[in-house]
Structure formats: structure tokens, C-alpha cells
């Protein structure tokens, strides 16, 4: 049964757990003794008034009241000389757009309110994203309105205008044509046609201009692989939902691997227990570090960093093998066990066809062996699309290699950088600096001031996605469109501008991007879609989709793919470095959003910053606990010093690094959070969030390697606390109000595959009493009754509803000291609970599940308000109202979900610009009130006034909230329950995987969840635990 | 100590019978703006637009109908009508028979009031643009004002055929505007009760809210 799972939050707690012992207060190692609350004490003095005293007081008193009895200040209102069409004040305008968080091209609908954006959404109907947005792209609104973006062109550090850049820019490049000098284009993965476009007629009016294009995160490898086995030099298009058997090798396809929020979609539709005979796909991740794919992975297997070649070359030989194709050979020895290797391979086999293998690695050989596994399971032309692949790396590691070769060697006489970064994010980014000086003419495009533009004479500003007109081809095949929702702030213009007005006549964006639309888009409409179309439905819609050629498909190279070799495992028994990306920081390119800084990692849940991650054996072995500096320190004596969390899951031999981190300008949050007397800042001033893993990226065997350097790893001395959320709000019983036994409450029910077609009430720990109810049933919800049920086996804890939650309700960021302080603000967390694995020592299984205000119908929090301000509404759901909250804290304290947030101070609010960020409809809480979340009531409200002004009911699905319509795992489902036809009441009635946490209290939360269920073989190892 | 009861019993006793006197004399609390009347900066007439001409409120306040807000016509609204109006018809009369008695064309005549609305466009007397002028918004001051954290939807009300003066008062009577109502959140919930008990106009059913997340959140 799954109560006999024991399921911990930190190892403190699983030692205490282990012990039999019930966890009363958590130790919580990583929090500094000054963030203690320590209460001074007052002796309270004895209250004697004296005559003059009280005459004093009563003076100031009437003289106060006195003073506040002027009239507030008059309010202006400016309706406007000549209103916009369809700009009504109040009313929000939405438009569809594309996301330019990355290269994903995930379509995106923006709420606008009074001329600026406030929201982002998924557009449900886009063919990549299908309604869901992830966590970088929820918080590129934020992005916008940054106080430290580029607004004007700046010329050797001063600003400039257009004109003068213009004409410094064309004389330059005139010059280098003139003497025949190199030019070099770097950007990272171009796939809009316009701008494709622009770059070819700059390529052709300068015949020694070439175009290098780099991934920070890359791919290249893929595509170099697939040069070598299909002819074509493209990354493959995956469809996760025709898979049952998906096996992910070193990649994190759900958190940033090339299109998470695709893929998550994908993984998704192959997990629908709904039907009959229930779907459910089986997931194995085989990985070094612990990624948010290997998290929800029904098996993870954990190998150390830098045998995935050897795993991969065992795997191709094994599947080319069975399928009667050349073997590749394999040096190595197999890196896990070989009884799940076997397992693995067996159910790729079975389901061959139906099932595709998933590698991160970075490696042309290695991905050479991951495709002749793929042609040997069958999966070209089901699940991988290679005639119309995706476009979203189309980086080329070798091309940027040769680049910064030219510049050492000193043959490029100009370089023009557009949104890109390589000094900080590229391999070799370190040589860039010491070359670069020596270019003649140096040019970049960026919306921020960063390493790169640092050695650039010519630096101007790119315009962010909301403000531009763009497009872009994410896949082969679907057109999406990027309009301007603002105004731009400055002067911004974007790299297809530019290049046009440098090698021919000037054109406005807008009639750019239509040139291409009428030119390259239109003709490729399919027939009858043509007549349809117009730029006006292809802007309304977000994108079209067009015709993609079918070119013959050349036949499978399989000896050019049995002839890989890939890499063979680093010798000795060292230290081996994996740099990963993280869900919240990818590349990096958003280090300077707080949002994303201060949103927990998935797994490690630390905020501000990254550490060395290592596994409870290695941090044994060089004696280090959580927090204490540990030096990386790799070839060429590149180091990085950061303090060390011990991440269970990890390789004994693995080191790993998070990316992101480190950039310069980063130090601008050193003031982030409330400024008290108290405060520490969350950076120090000239210091950065965090510490680069870029330097530890080399460039090896036509890729770059970001896993399986050999490292030397060393105690660095000193201690540096690490920010994590979740070590607090724990949903345990304090020991000493705990009935006997009653201490664990376990709030994630999980079950196997195999246990739930037998019982679909299985994992449910025993059957839910009803006993009697002290409680009257006075809460009568006469309209709706607003319900939320969160499927377990869909959650991903991508925490793409955090950031959602966090735009749409205006809550402000704390900074690294007051999460510290267990401060953080956050009305949606997502609690992130480990288990062991029978039998496999250091390996854990993770649940995410995401935790909110569950609107209890007893609500604890509301009896114990002394005025009331807590309470129910007659929609179900539980209401703070701000304006009579005094902030005594009670109902937090009776909250058995720690899901109640209090404002400890007025957060800063002093940057005007990010003000515009601000959601109208909700408040912006003061110092000393509550809060939590409030199931988006202002959204709930403006659905049922839409509805009553156009005089229907409202329909279901009518109204979302944040988190639902962000999540890209479709895992929140919400809804009247009082329509028995809403998708939620369906659900709550009818699946038994349905269940309440800590139902036992009785306290009738409109929160549900869905159990998790894996899909674990009855006869695979492990299954027994669950029975 | 007994110094001390009798301060805090006169303090308590002051602070009740100040509440008394309000209750009693039925005066405003703090907060409460009732008799408003602030002046504009162009002396627009209710009386003569929504009165006289009979001119509907949601014609300038067409916002009322789709959006929480009522909003004010942008200076577009006026002009529709005010580009060809420049003065009342018998300012107009007396200048044309002027013109006549003079024997020659009758002169634009444009009241002082309309006058700014003109500026405020960038024309001149004759309606047009005058060169290097800048359009600048008219700055209305705003009448009713509810605090940061109480949220009114116009719309719902509008919907359900609330009446504009229901909250807003003979509007058509008020040379200036004036805060009609108290706007406070006994008098809205006193409403709210009312149609619960007696139904829209028109008997249908209401179902006005008086939870706290309605107007708080």
C-alpha cells in the first residue's frame, strides 16, 4: 500500500523519518542563524498617563485627525483626444502573438489593459503549444518592462541616434567590402522567414559576409547526426503523443530540452487515464543529473555523467541487433544495470513503432546511434518527423568553433552580434573576449547591456516580442506571427531592420514582415486556405499553417550510423561535470528577470542562485553539508566556487552545474526585497546571482560537450547559505498535537499502473470516513460552485502556473533574504516530495504537486479571524478581504496547507517602469495583510459579467484560472461543480483516482487531485512496493 | 490608578459620544464624498445635453455597457457633434441677423466653453488644425471615486437594467456634477439586499452578491 512509502522533503527529515521517529520541528540546516525571528522583549512597562501626557497625546491626536480631514487630491482623467478603436478603459483587448522566450515559437494570446500588455496566455489553437505556456514565457511580460533596457543606439558608450549609426554602420561595412575584409552575422537560431530573409539579401550584398548561427543550448549535434544518417542537417520533429514507450537519455525534454511545452503536450496525450483500457505511456529516463523529465520518469535510471555514450552505443547495438540492422561497436562496458538496460530494451522493442528514444547528449555519435535505434524501433515517419522537422535549433556548434578561430586568427575585420551573448553563454566565449578587440568593426544588437556588448563599439537596441513585428517558423510547416501589443519603449529596432537598412533602402518593420507574408508565406498556403486567408486572420489567429515540400526521403544511412563511435566514458574514478539548464534560466538570457530568479527550481527548489549539486555519497566523501563552498575546478584551471547541495539521485561519481547563472548585471538585484533594518542583500554589490558553469563548455569532436568533463571537486572553505522554498510549509502534524501515529499525513497517493486497472481506487490509502459533522452545512452556493482538480499523473511541477499565478495576482518578489525567512509570497508553490527506491540505494522517485489555497468548506482559517476577514463566499470558494485584515497571523497558524502568505512590509515597489507589469483588477496588498490565493476571483468575476452582459450562462470552461490555462500539461482542471455536466463535477464524481489531502481533518477542501499513477510493469523491479 | 480609569473612561466615552453626534446628525464618516461637486475645467451641461436634448447617458458613457468602468467620451465624442455646434442656436441667430443688419458673412461663433474643447484639438474658431498646435486631452476631474480596493463592475449593473440614476442621481439637473450618492459599502449592500428581496426591475430575479470577494479582492 502507499502509505508504507515514506516521503520526505529534505534528508534531514528522511533521517528522522528513517529513525521511526515523527518530525516535529524540521532542522532546517540551511537557514542562517541571524534569519531567526527573534521577538525582542518587552517587559510592556507600566501604562501610566500623566496629565501633560495625555494632554500631549490628545493634542497630536486631534491635530492628526485634523489633518486627515482634507480632501484627497483630486483625480484627473484624460479619456483621450480620439480613443483607438476597440480601446475601451477597463476592458482588457487580447491578441495572439509569439512567444519570444527562446527559439520554441509557442503562440501565446496577451492580455492588454489600457495600451499595455499585463498578461501572457497560451493560444489553445496554435499547432506547437496548444494552449500552454511555460514558466520563462509567462515571465518575458516582466521582461518588458525592465528599467535597465537598451532604449537607444549607443555609439563608443555614448548614445546616438539611428541616423548616426546608420551612417557610421554603412560606411564601416562599406569599407570592410571595399578591402574585401570578413564579415561575420552570429545570432542564435534564426527560423522567421522575414528575417531569414533579410539575412540572405545582407549575405548577398556582401559577398565575404557569412551568417554563424550558435545554440547556447544546442542541438547541433542532432542535426549532425541527421546530416549523416538522413542527409538533411535538421532536428527532427517529435510527436510524444504517438508514443507508448518513450525512453529520454540526458534529456530534459518537459523542462528545457528544444520545446519543452510541445513535448509536455506530447507526454500528456500519451497519459490519459480516463479511457478504457486506460492510456498511460511508459517513460524511462536514463540521466546523469536529476532533470524535471527524469522527476516524472515512471523508472529513472541514474548514470554517472559521461557514459551516455556508452549507454547509447549498448542501446543501438542491442535495437540494430533485433532488428537485423549493422551494430555499432561498443568499447565501453554497459554504464547501468544490466538488468534494467534489459528491461528498457524490451519494452522499447515490444512496442516498436509506437515507442522513440530521446537524447540530449551533444555528441554527433552518439546521436548517430540514437537514430539507428530510432530507424530500428520504427520511429521516423511516426514520431519523428524529419521532412518537417523543427526549426527551433538550428545552431551550428561547428560554424561557431570556426568563427572564433577566424577572430584569433585574426581574419574577421567585422562582426555584427544580434540577440545573442556568446561571451557569457558559448562555449569559447572566454577567447571571444581577448579576440574581439582586434575586430575593426564591432557591432551588436541586444536589449540589454551584457558580456557581450561589454566589447562592442556599436551596441543597439532590439525590441522585445511584445513591441515587434516578427515571425517565425518554429516546425517546418506552421507560420506563427509576432504583432507589437505597446507602443515601444526607446527606439528599438530588430536585426531584419537593421540589416536592411545597412545593405539597401530602408523599410518599416510592418512592411517587412508583410513583404515576406505576401512574398514566401502566401504562396505556400495550402489549396483553398489561400482564398481564406488574409494578413488580418493570419495576425488574429497567431499563425497559418502552409505546405511543406515532401522531398524524396533518402534511404536510412545505417553504415554511417553503425560507424559511430561515440566518446568513451572518462577514465579513472574522478569526478565527472554535468552543466544542465534549468527550467526557470535556461540559457541564461533571462538572468535579469526577478520573477525567474526567485522561482524555486522544480527539484532543488533554490532560488536566487545555483550550487554544486551532488549525491549524499559524494558530499560524504569530500566532507561537505549543504551550504558549505566547494571549488569546481576543470581543464584549463577554469573554476567556479559555489556552495554545495546535496541532490539525491545523482551519480556518485557526477558534479553537477547549473547554467544561467552568473551573468553580469545580475548585481542589480542587490536591493531587491523590503529595505529594513535587517535586510541582507541578495547579491553583493559588483558580484553576480550565482556562478557561471559557461567556462566548463568546450568544444570537442564537432560539438560542444556539456557533459562528462573530467573535474577536480575540493572543499573552498567558508559557508554560503543556499535559498531554498519548501523547507517550510510542511503539512505535517506538530508531535505535540498529533494523535498517536497520526503525525505523517501522506498528501500524494500514488499507485502503479498494473494496481490501478485492477482497482481504480488503488493508491488511496483507505476508503475516506465521513463521520459526523460538527460543522452545520450553511455555506449554500445558490450559482456556481467553483471547484479545482489537479491530475497528479499529468503534473510535471514545470511551475509554469507559479509564474502565471504570480503575474496575474501582483505578487511582488522578496528577494533571496526573505525566502531565507520562509517569506516568499507565493500563492501557488508546488511541493516537491522524494521517496526511496527499494533496493536501489541513492536512487528516489519525485511527485510534484502543486499546492494552493484548496478553499476548504470549513474552513479553518475562517473561525479563528477575529474580523472576519477571512471568508466564505457563496461561490465555494474562501475570500481574504484585504481592507479588514489586521494581520494577526491566526489563520496561517490554523492553516493545515501553509498556503497563507503575509506581507511582512510594503514590497518595493519603486521601480515606475516594472509598475506597468501590474494586473489592474487585482489589489497590490499592503504591509500587514494577508493573503492566498483566490482562485483568480477577478477572472471568475469578469467571466460571469461577460456572460450576464450577453445575457447567457455562463458556459463551462468559461472560466479559467491562472494556473489552469498556462499549465502545458492540461493537469488543472476547474469548474462549477453544481452543472453536473462541467468537466470538473465529471471528474470529482466519477474517477476514483480522486481524493482530498488531509481529507481526515474533515475540512472539505475544493481542491482535489487525481492520483499519480506510474507505469511501473507488474513484473519490472519495484512494483511489489506499491502492490 | 484611578487617574488612569478616568482618562481611559473619558477617552472611550468622548470617542462614543462623537459617534453618537455623527449618527445622530447624520453626517458623512471620513471617506464618505457625498455633495462632491468639483469644478471641471470646461462647465459641461447635464442639464442642457442629457436634459434638454435628451442626449441617452450611454451615447458619451458608452464604456458603461461593456466595461467596469463608465468612461469618459474621448474628446473624439464631443467633436462629432461639436464640430458643426459651436455655440447655443441663438448665439448663432443673433450673429446672423448681425451679419445681415452689417451686409456681410456671418462670423464662427464659438462659445468660450466649446472654445477650449477646440484648443484642446488643436483647431482654431473654424474647426481647423492649427499649425504647431498640440492635441492635448481634456483633464476631467473625476466625481466618483471609490477606494484602490473595492472594484465596481458598470457592466453587470448596466446589464441587468439597474438605471444610471439609481447611483448617479438627476444627473439631467446638476449644472455641475455632484456625488449623488454616499458610495459607500453599507449604502451598496443595502442595495444589493434590496433586489434580492424585491427583484430587478421588471420582477425578474436578482441575484446581487453581498459576499466580500464581489467588490473586494
Known amino acids: 500500500m502507499s502509505d508504507a512509502v515514506i516521503r520526505w522533503t529534505t534528508l534531514e527529515e528522511r533521517d528522522v523519518l528513517r529513525q521511526g521517529a515523527a518530525v516535529s520541528q524540521p532542522t532546517v540546516g540551511a537557514t542562517p542563524a541571524s534569519a531567526r525571528d527573534e521577538t525582542p522583549v518587552d517587559d510592556g512597562g507600566d501604562l501610566r498617563l500623566s496629565r501633560r501626557g495625555f494632554l500631549a497625546a490628545s493634542g497630536f491626536t486631534m491635530a492628526g485627525a485634523l489633518a486627515a480631514c482634507g480632501r484627497a487630491p483630486p483625480v484627473h482623467s484624460a479619456p483621450g483626444a480620439m480613443a483607438p478603436e476597440d480601446v475601451v478603459a477597463g476592458r482588457a483587448t487580447w491578441y495572439a502573438t509569439t512567444c519570444g522566450g527562446c527559439a520554441a515559437g509557442c503562440g501565446l494570446i496577451v492580455r492588454c489593459r489600457d495600451g499595455r500588455p499585463v498578461k501572457v496566455e497560451g493560444n489553445p489553437r496554435h499547432p506547437v503549444s496548444a494552449g500552454g505556456v511555460c514558466a520563462v514565457g509567462q515571465a518575458t511580460l516582466l521582461g518588458l518592462y525592465d528599467s535597465r533596457r537598451l532604449l537607444r543606439p549607443v555609439v563608443d558608450g555614448r548614445d546616438a541616434t539611428w541616423k548616426a549609426v546608420d551612417e557610421r554602420v554603412r560606411t564601416d561595412l562599406e569599407r570592410v567590402r571595399a578591402t574585401g575584409g570578413a564579415i561575420r552575422l552570429v545570432t542564435g537560431t534564426v527560423n522567421g522567414p522575414s528575417t531569414s530573409a533579410a539575412v540572405a539579401a545582407f549575405l548577398a550584398a556582401f559577398p565575404t559576409a557569412r551568417h554563424v548561427s550558435y545554440d547556447a543550448l544546442s542541438a547541433s549535434a542532432i542535426s549532425d547526426a541527421h546530416r549523416r544518417t538522413h542527409g538533411v542537417r535538421v532536428v527532427p520533429r517529435v510527436f510524444l503523443d504517438r508514443a507508448e514507450t518513450i525512453l529520454g537519455l540526458d534529456a530534459d525534454f518537459l523542462g528545457t530540452w528544444i520545446s519543452p511545452v510541445e513535448h509536455t503536450r506530447g507526454w500528456r496525450a500519451g497519459r490519459t487515464l480516463g479511457g478504457a483500457p486506460p492510456r498511460l505511456s511508459h517513460h524511462v529516463q536514463v540521466e546523469a543529473a536529476l532533470t524535471l523529465t527524469g522527476s516524472n520518469a515512471d523508472r529513472r535510471v541514474r548514470l554517472d555523467a559521461g557514459t551516455e555514450g556508452a549507454f547509447a552505443a549498448h542501446l543501438a547495438a542491442r535495437l540494430a541487433k533485433a532488428a537485423g540492422l549493422p551494430a555499432p561497436a561498443t568499447p565501453d562496458p554497459l554504464p547501468v544495470e544490466a538488468a534494467a538496460f534489459d528491461s528498457v530494451v524490451a519494452h522499447l522493442w515490444a512496442t516498436r513503432g509506437r515507442s522513440v528514444v530521446l537524447c540530449g547528449t551533444n555528441d554527433v555519435d552518439v546521436q548517430a546511434c540514437i537514430a539507428l535505434a530510432n530507424e530500428a524501433l520504427g520511429a521516423y515517419g511516426g514520431i519523428l518527423d524529419v521532412a518537417a522537422p523543427s526549426l527551433q535549433r538550428t545552431g551550428d556548434d561547428g560554424g561557431f568553433a570556426a568563427f572564433v578561430d577566424e577572430l584569433e586568427a585574426g581574419t574577421v575585420s567585422a562582426v555584427i552580434f544580434a540577440g545573442c551573448n556568446p561571451v557569457a553563454d558559448a562555449a569559447g566565449g572566454a577567447r571571444l573576449t581577448a579576440a574581439l578587440p582586434r575586430v575593426a568593426v564591432r557591432i551588436g544588437l541586444a536589449e540589454r547591456h551584457d558580456e557581450t556588448t561589454a566589447a562592442l563599439t556599436v551596441v543597439t537596441p532590439l525590441p522585445h516580442a511584445f513591441e515587434a513585428w516578427d515571425d517565425a517558423e518554429p516546425v517546418r510547416g506552421v507560420v506563427s506571427f509576432t504583432q507589437p501589443l505597446v507602443e515601444p519603449f526607446g527606439e528599438p529596432r530588430s536585426l531584419r531592420a537593421c540589416l536592411v537598412a545597412w545593405s539597401g533602402a530602408a523599410m518599416s518593420e510592418l512592411d517587412l514582415v508583410r513583404a515576406t507574408w505576401r512574398r514566401d508565406v502566401l504562396p505556400r498556403l495550402p489549396a483553398g486556405a489561400a482564398e481564406a486567408s488574409s494578413w488580418r486572420t493570419a495576425l488574429r489567429d497567431g499563425f497559418v499553417r502552409v505546405d511543406v515540400p515532401r522531398a524524396p526521403a533518402r534511404p536510412f544511412d545505417v553504415a554511417a550510423a553503425a560507424a559511430a563511435a561515440p566518446r568513451v566514458r572518462p577514465p579513472g574514478d574522478g569526478w565527472v561535470l554535468a552543466c544542465v539548464p534549468s527550467v526557470a534560466m535556461l540559457d541564461g538570457r533571462h538572468a535579469q528577470n526577478p520573477w525567474l530568479q526567485e522561482l524555486p527550481d522544480p527539484i532543488t527548489k533554490q532560488t536566487w542562485g545555483n550550487a554544486v549539486l551532488l549525491s549524499e555519497v559524494s558530499a560524504r566523501r569530500l566532507r561537505v553539508a549543504d551550504g558549505d563552498r566547494v571549488r569546481v575546478t576543470g581543464k584549463d584551471g577554469v573554476t567556479a566556487t559555489l556552495p554545495a547541495l546535496i541532490q539525491p539521485g545523482l551519480g556518485d561519481r557526477t558534479v553537477v552545474l547549473v547554467l544561467g547563472y552568473g551573468r553580469a548585471g545580475t548585481d542589480r538585484f542587490a536591493g531587491v526585497g523590503p529595505a529594513w533594518i535587517e535586510a541582507k542583500p541578495t547579491v553583493v554589490r559588483g558580484g553576480t546571482v550565482g556562478a557561471s558553469a559557461t567556462p566548463f563548455l568546450r568544444f570537442e569532436r564537432g560539438a560542444v560537450v556539456y557533459g562528462g568533463s573530467p573535474v577536480v571537486v575540493e572543499r573552498a572553505g567558508g559557508r554560503e547559505d543556499v535559498a531554498r522554498a519548501q523547507v517550510y510549509d510542511r503539512l505535517d502534524v506538530p508531535k505535540n498535537v498529533a494523535p498517536h501515529g497520526g503525525e505523517r499525513r501522506d498528501p500524494v497517493h500514488e499507485t502503479t499502473l498494473a494496481a490501478f486497472t485492477k482497482d481504480r481506487r488503488a493508491g488511496h490509502p483507505h476508503a475516506a470516513h465521513s463521520a459526523a459533522d460538527l460543522w452545520p452545512a450553511e455555506h449554500r452556493t445558490p450559482g456556481e460552485r467553483w471547484r479545482m482538480v489537479v491530475d497528479l499523473t499529468a503534473c510535471t511541477g514545470c511551475s509554469a502556473c507559479v509564474v502565471s499565478c504570480q503575474a496575474e495576482n501582483n505578487i511582488p518578489v522578496v528577494g533571496k533574504d526573505e525566502v531565507f525567512r520562509r517569506r516568499d509570497l507565493a500563492w501557488m508553490r508546488i511541493d516537491r516530495y522524494y521517496a526511496d527506491v527499494p533496493g536501489a540505494t541513492g536512487e528516489v522517485e519525485v511527485v510534484h504537486q502543486p499546492m494552493l489555497c484548496q478553499h476548504c468548506e470549513n474552513a479553518p482559517c475562517e473561525t479563528v479571524c477575529p474580523v472576519l476577514a477571512t471568508v466564505h463566499n457563496s461561490d465555494g470558494t474562501n475570500g481574504q478581504v484585504y481592507n479588514r485584515c489586521v494581520g494577526t497571523r491566526y489563520c496561517a497558524n490554523n492553516c493545515p496547507y501553509k498556503v497563507r502568505r503575509f506581507n511582512w512590509f510594503d514590497y518595493a515597489r519603486h521601480d515606475r517602469f516594472a509598475d506597468l507589469v501590474l494586473n489592474p483588477d487585482v489589489t497590490v496588498r499592503t504591509r500587514g495583510v494577508m493573503e492566498k490565493c483566490s482562485m483568480c476571483v477577478q477572472r471568475l468575476h469578469e467571466a460571469r459579467a461577460e456572460a450576464r452582459r450577453l445575457g447567457r450562462p455562463l458556459a463551462d470552461g468559461e472560466a479559467r484560472t491562472a494556473c489552469q490555462q498556462s499549465c502545458p500539461a492540461s493537469a488543472i482542471v476547474f469548474g462549477d461543480a453544481n452543472d453536473p455536466r462541467s468537466a470538473v463535477a465529471r471528474l470529482i464524481a466519477q474517477d476514483a483516482r480522486h481524493y482530498r489531502v488531509l481529507e481526515e481533518l474533515n475540512v472539505k477542501p475544493s481542491v482535489g487531485y487525481l492520483t499519480k499513477v506510474r507505469n511501473r510493469p507488474a513484473d519490472g523491479e519495484g512494483a511489489e512496493r506499491h502492490g | ?217
Not at chain 2, 442626449?55 to 462629432?80: F, K, T
Not at chain 2, 443595502?190 to 426591475?201: D, E, F, S, V, Y
Request: net charge positive; aromatic share 4%.
Open chain 2, 1 to 217: 490608578m484611578r487617574r488612569r480609569t478616568l482618562s481611559i473612561v473619558a477617552v472611550v466615552g468622548a470617542l462614543l459620544g462623537g459617534a453618537v453626534v455623527i449618527q445622530g446628525a447624520d453626517l458623512p464618516l471620513p471617506g464618505n464624498h457625498i455633495g462632491y461637486e468639483p469644478v471641471q475645467p470646461i462647465a459641461f451641461s447635464h442639464p442642457l445635453h442629457a436634459g434638454q436634448l435628451e442626449i441617452p447617458c450611454l451615447y458619451c458613457h458608452s464604456a458603461a455597457e461593456r466595461s467596469r468602468h463608465a468612461g469618459l467620451p474621448s474628446d473624439a465624442v464631443c467633436m462629432n457633434c461639436h464640430r458643426a455646434v459651436g455655440a447655443t442656436l441663438s448665439a448663432v441667430q443673433e450673429e446672423a441677423e448681425r451679419a445681415k443688419a452689417a451686409r456681410r458673412q456671418p462670423l464662427p461663433v464659438v462659445s468660450s466653453e466649446i472654445a477650449k474643447l477646440y484648443r484642446a484639438q488643436g483647431l482654431d474658431d473654424t474647426g481647423q488644425p492649427v499649425p504647431g498646435a498640440r492635441v492635448t486631452p481634456i483633464r476631467w476631474v473625476r466625481v466618483h471615486n471609490l477606494p484602490d480596493f473595492a472594484y465596481f463592475d458598470h457592466r453587470s449593473h448596466v446589464a441587468v437594467g439597474v438605471a444610471c440614476e439609481t447611483c448617479h442621481g438627476p444627473v439631467d439637473t446638476m449644472a455641475r456634477v455632484r456625488q449623488h450618492a454616499d458610495l459607500t459599502m453599507g449604502w451598496c449592500v443595502n442595495c444589493h439586499r434590496r433586489a434580492n428581496a424585491t427583484g430587478l426591475p421588471g420582477g425578474r430575479p436578482a441575484r446581487a452578491s453581498t459576499d466580500c470577494s464581489t467588490c473586494h479582492y
